[in-house]
């Protein structure tokens, strides 16, 4: 629906105006990019709730070639991605942290952020 930051900067102003929650599904690898959101939604006293999707770099590349072509991301561009991921940190301002995993049977699994995981 958004497609682009201008779209998406729209629609997080309009959230925090009307005081409606929000979700950002989006991959934010630099603390500095998830600030955006988090200093937003604390000055607006939203409860900030971060999810840390933890894969290794092969499960990330394998998942993503699994994807419908116009979904795909190519391999350079995860790479690079996960090259620059810095890993969330409560300091950030986060309320609640966590960690969600696969289970073997296809499952998400969420659990509490304890240290951080890679």
Not at 90 to 111: A, W
Request: neutral net charge; hydrophobic residues 40%.
């Amino acid at each position: 629906m958004l497609k682009t930051r201008y779209r998406e900067t729209l629609l997080l102003r309009a959230c925090i105006e009307s005081k409606q929650p929000f979700v950002v599904d989006n991959t934010n690898a630099l603390a500095a990019e998830r600030a955006i959101y988090i200093d937003a939604a604390k000055t607006a006293g939203f409860v900030v709730k971060g999810f840390y999707f933890r894969s290794s770099l092969n499960d990330a590349l394998v998942v993503n070639r699994t994807r419908p072509e116009p979904e795909r991301v190519p391999d350079k561009g995860v790479l690079g991605t996960y090259k620059k991921l810095q890993m969330p940190n409560q300091s950030e301002g986060f309320d609640h942290l966590f960690y969600v995993t696969k289970t073997d049977e296809g499952e998400f699994m969420i659990k509490e952020w304890i240290d951080e995981v890679r």
